[in-house]
């Protein structure tokens, strides 16, 4: 089974920058996508960054030429690089992976969050 830990998160002044990182262990069939999904208290989870096994890469407006995710060849680990943070980047981080299980059943898996805090 497929786990995820990120870590990486901290306290940073604005401005500052972050790197993100998610280890998987565990093997899946296939990898659909992984991506990076953040939650400020009191909102709703969104979808930060996302890239699918064909290369596609999406990037929430709010990030665009902030934030870079990238993997390792056997994305075994992810990367989420945060530049130029602002206060209302501050939220917690999870990492996700989707794809088929060697069940054939297509899954996500979720890890259990990094916190971002961004000072002004």
């Known amino acids: 089974q497929v786990q995820l830990v990120e870590s990486g998160g901290g306290l940073v002044q604005a401005g500052g920058s972050l790197r993100l990182s998610c280890a998987r262990s565990?093997?899946?069939?296939?990898?659909?996508?992984m991506g990076w999904y953040r939650q400020a208290p009191g909102k709703e989870r969104e979808l930060v960054a996302l890239?699918?096994?064909?290369?596609?890469?999406n990037y929430v407006d709010s990030v665009k030429g902030r934030f870079t995710i990238s993997s390792d060849n056997a994305k075994t680990t992810m990367w989420l690089q945060t530049n130029s943070l602002k206060p209302e980047d501050t939220a917690a981080y999870y990492c996700?992976?989707?794809?088929?299980?060697?069940?054939?059943?297509?899954?996500?898996?979720w890890g259990q969050g990094t916190q971002v805090t961004v000072s002004s």
């Open positions: 890239m699918t096994s064909d290369g596609t890469i």
């Open positions: 996700t992976l989707s794809g088929a299980d060697w069940d054939a059943v297509y899954r996500t898996y």
């Open positions: 565990g093997s899946i069939r296939s990898i659909g996508a």
